[in-house]
């Protein structure tokens, strides 16, 4: 059972690979329109198209690299699982790589213009949609196909039990892997250690036996007994690094606070500190750096108190301890007990309070002496030195020499001399040294003037002194660094010995590799000698080197394509370079251990062939001919190293190292011929085939079975068949058949042998649709209905064979196909009764066949499928009579609906339904948009009417169904009342109002009985209007009333029975009767008033009978439209009329909200109505400047102040007082503006002096009346 998380982890990788087309696609999409094979072309001549293949193919390759994400999971160091799925997953993501490819190879050998490379389309989509799932299968069945292939099991990880924290933490510090050096006894000074007082006399007194039991009592469960470990621990001089360890996990980790304060107060203890002194590993400097960090983690909130005081206790062991700790020191050292016997268990010394230690800070002496501040100045020291030499050596010729003879000897002589007292000192001077012997012989060489070749031999003489140097400094100092100095100045002095022999640029390559043979030796001493961390260094350069040397061979090879001034035959010791390199990776994977060597090493096996044949100057057909055997030495190699468990490693990477040499042979061997071509494919197939016989891998068989096809092809481009002119598409169909051909006769176990069986598979459905697509696409009907046919006959057996209702779907499409293509080459225009009646047949068969249902469901689904697209192609095509087919498909629907009583079906008959609705109604050249929604609308409407009252079963998509209905329904009302005539509205208006009542009759639900009174009257509107009657608000003001009436009767006397029912028609009625109030002034005349006073009548008797008074705003304001257009058709123009109506109506809406008692909604409407009919009366007076409306305004304003007084309200008293005095005000100045205006502000003037005084003389009065009025409404 694996670990959910690598399960989860393992799921991730597929996940990728679900989410990557994300990234890769549009990367491919990027890289193509760069059109980088265009530049290439432009460097190097190239033929037709080839820059579209180099640009496909670079940016297949550019986007793939985003699968270098899968890494992670095949480097995973937890979990073999894990990095068994990640390469799976990698391979899965290589496999869609290569189909594009493979495909793109294709097209370029068939000269297909990209048709053939889009066919790599389909297949990705395929592997795409089910390498995610497939995958994830395995993951939840905790196995892995690929190491099943391999024949590598997958072994389950440990499990563990659930355990408590406390128990957890207990068990894992009992069973960690403390050392002996860890529990040894570490005394305080050199004074005798102390064992009498925590063991009796009849106990051991031997340190470790004591500290021992220490240690069990600081891991024990028991609360008491860990708190009688860290008390015995104050009466004892000595300690060890594991007692250390465990008394700083208990300052954190335990649950007893008690403890964690003992705990914490143990660790600054003298005995503690010098144990941490002991084992302590860090100079004083770093140490330094670490307690600063700690504090600033600590200020942060990154680390608790706690933990951050156990941390530093670490690290500040010598420095002064701090005055909380020195206090709680001696609190422990004051209840130390005095005797020798053991304390009592239950009495532990806990502290008082929890030590919280300042942060400490090293002195400028410490920081100054530190071991950082020492190794800057030696090593700046040490690089200013050498500066200076090779200063003085390029400066000054004549005392260079001497000085750095001189300078050399006393460097190394003090590095010698000190090297034991002072051993960093030393090291830095070794380095000066070291580095002053090249310098000095470089001014040795330049003052002698050697000859050329003996100034080569020179060179490698120096360069082996200075390895040797080096390398014995790497014993001297245990230096790393030198180990690497020593290699590199070994490999130069290699490097040197082409310049003695005046070699050419391979031999260098092929000398020098020898050197990175040697940098393995000296890895695999230092390992020997010290571990494998001391050597890694030295193994990464020997790593850096070899990498420079295959690089450099790579780009000598590439020039010499170019410029062969040389022979040839030195790309043979570049054989020699690549063939040491493959020793070097296998002997690297030896030391140390790592995924990608024994993958470097069969790469490294690749060019191998390259050089051979430029060595040779082989022809074409001879480079095929090498390469196809260095593939198969690397075949044979693979099995033969999969047989040791130590290089089974390297057999699927050799394995996979065949391919590009075998697609080089491949490619050489077409450029050559079609024969050769054919033999090296049909070669490489055999080849694959026997490796899979003997060891079964279905990957493997799928390399066979790709060389087969490449051979299948080549061989009918033979020279034999040059006068066989052979449709490409029959060679696809053979393949096709010929791949699923074996399926005809092996057991229908599709999971039996699938290392064999699942490759056909695929080419077979590759090939299929391939050879599909290219029927379609050719304009011949002949070869498209035989291929068809044979298609079609072949899967009807292989369905049988298979004894699989499931893929009966194949034959049947490919059966439809045939005859539509038939009917096609034979001219004939029948394809849409021929399908449908095939549809039909597909039916009948599959309801005679119910008794095997998943034969009957097929069938079934064929014909529903079948005619389903029959009917959308008449539909697109408007093909003639294609109505009428379309509702013989419509009712297969309804049978299978019935047949198998599933209400998922039902959508199927109105679409169509509808479909046939449509084309009928143009072949009878009916155009009319109303006419056609109201034929959609009652086939969907219809439809859902009549599933309702046949069909008892579950309908899923009812309401689809009756939205789309509804829908066009509102489509056509709007369309029909903006644009229809008369006669046509009344029709389908007609038509609509049957339907409704219909629906409300089946259904009978309250809310479709809008429907009805909604459709009802605009029926009763057009009909009006087709018989001449163009007003037609009085009709429909009746049926309002006989809405309203009807429901108003219905609540009366029936009640509970009929709830909702009497409030759908009394809403009818009184919406009906506000949408003619708003039309009437567009229909106009006198008695347009009627219709709107009897709707304002309808509102009234509702408010009444309610009890509402909120309804009588739109009664009233439907009274005031009545008044106002008997006003208007009067021709009356005086605004007093409008305002004192409006005004009269307001303020008996204001009394009956008084009555209801409506605060807010008083005040509004009271102020609303005197200010429209006091205010239309001044404006008036002050616009006319006439008397007689001051004596109206005031007479006016008499009666609001009256029913003010009458109901006590203060808005409708102080507002007509003040619209008085306004009055009078303004007949005044009226009346004086003669005079001078100097007069008139002297006069305002004056009034405002009056109007001030009044108030501050009568200020108590007006007080008083405030209070009595407070009372008042306002």
Known sequence: MQRPSDKRLSKSAYDWLRVSPLATVTTYAFLSAADLGDGICNVIPCSYRVDFYLSALIALLGSALWHLNLLKYINNKDSEFVRWHGLQAALIAGIRTLIPILFLIADFLFESGGYTFCISVPALLVVWMTATPWGNKQV??????????????????????????????????????????????????????????????????????VLKNILDGLRSADDVSRLNAISQLHLINYSSEAIRNELEKLAIHDEN?????????????????????????????????ILSEISEWERLGLLDKVKAAVLRKRYDFDRTATPAARTATSETESAKPQTTSAPEPAAPPPPKAEAKPEESRATLTQTLLSETSIKIALYLGAFFVVASAAI????????????????????????????????????????????????????????????????????????????????????LYESRVFSMMSFIAFAVAFYRIGNVFDAEPEVFGAVTSLAALGGLLGVWILKKWKDDKFALPLFLTTLAVQALILGGTIIVFGVQLYD?????????????????????????????????????????????????????????????????????????????????????????????????????????????????GFAIALGVACVYAALHLIRARGWLWALALLNFIMAYFAFFNLPLFDKTEIYFGYLLLGLSVLFLLPDLFSKNDFNKNIHWRLAPRIYGVLFTLYASGMFLAVDSQQHAYIGFA??????????????????????????????????????????????????ALFYLAGTAALSKESWSRMLRNCALILGTLVSLVALFTLKETGGWYALIVGVLFASEMYLTRNGWFEIGLPILFNIG??????????????????????????????????????????WIVRGVGALLTIVNYGALLSFADAKTGTLDFGIYTLLVLTINLVYRQPNLLYAFTLTLPLFVVFGFRAIGVEKWIHPVIFVAMVYYAAGFFLRLSLRERAKDWDTALLFSGLGWGVIISMAAPIVGGLDAAIPVAIAATLWAVEAFARRNVWLGFPANGLYLLSYFIILIELKVDQPQFFSMGAAALGLLQHYLLTRAGSKTGTFIMGMLSQLTLLGTTYIQMANTEQLIYFVVLFFQSIAVLFYGLVIRSRSLTFTPIAFVVLGVITVLYTALKGLNTVVLIGCTGMILLTLGILAVLMRERITKLGERLSDWKA
């Not at 993958?599 to 480079?623: H, K, Q, R, V």
């Not at 309702?948 to 079963?953: D, I, P, S, V």
């Open 564 to 676: 062969r001034d040389s022979s040839q035959l030195w790309n043979l010791a570049s054989v020699f370079t690549w063939g040491s390199a493959f020793i070097f990776f296998v002997l690297a994977d030896i030391l140390v251990p790592f995924i990608f060597f024994s993958w470097f090493a069969a790469l490294a096996l690749i060019p191998i062939p390259w050089f051979i044949g430029s060595a040779f100057d082989m022809e074409i057909a001879g480079l095929a001919l090498l390469h196809m055997v260095w593939g198969l030495i690397l075949s044979v190699v693979s099995e033969a190293v999969h047989r040791f468990d130590k290089t089974r490693k390297f057999s699927l990477p050799m394995l996979l190292a065949s391919i590009p040499t075998f697609t080089l042979a491949l490619i050489n061997a077409f450029d050559n011929g079609v024969p050769l």
């Open 917 to 958: 609705a449509l084309l009928i109604l143009r072949d009878f050249d009916i155009t009319r948009s109303f006419h056609h929604l109201l034929a959609y609308s009652l086939v969907w409407l219809g439809s859902d009417l009549i599933a309702h009252l046949t069909f008892a079963h579950l309908r899923p998509l009812k």
């Open 257 to 289: 606070a008690d403890i964690r304060k003992d705990a914490l107060i143990a660790l600054d203890t003298a005995t503690q500190k010098h144990v941490r002194s002991r084992i302590n590993r860090l100079e004083a400097g770093s140490r330094f750096i």
């Open 392 to 475: 003085l050596a390029a400066l000054s010729p004549a005392a260079r020499l001497p000085v750095l003879f001189i300078a050399s000897f006393i460097f190394g002589g003090l590095s010698i001399a000190i090297r034991k007292r002072l051993p960093q000192p030393s090291f830095a001077l070794f380095i000066v040294f070291s580095f002053l012997l090249p310098i000095t012989a470089s001014v040795l060489e330049d003052t002698v003037q050697f000859s050329p070749v003996f100034s080569s031999i020179y060179w490698v003489l120096i360069s082996i002194s200075m390895a040797l140097i080096w390398g014995g400094s790497v014993w």
């Open 790 to 839: 044979v298609l079609s006959a072949f899967f009807a057996l292989y369905t049988l064979a298979q004894r699989e209702a499931f893929y009966g779907y194949i034959p049947a499409a490919y059966l439809a196909l045939t005859v539509l293509f038939a009917l096609d080459h034979f001219e004939l225009d029948l394809w849409m009764p021929a399908l449908t009646v095939l549809a």
């Open 140 to 209: 939840d069945g905790d196995e892995c196909k690929l190491a099943t292939w391999l024949g590598e099991p997958i072994s389950p990880p440990e499990t563990w039990p659930a355990e408590t924290p406390q128990q957890s933490y207990t068990q894992a510090t009992a069973t960690s892997p403390e050392t002996k050096n860890a529990e040894e006894a570490i005394p305080l000074t050199d004074e005798p250690l102390n064992t009498e007082n925590p063991m009796t006399d009849s106990e051991s007194k031997n340190p470790e036996d």
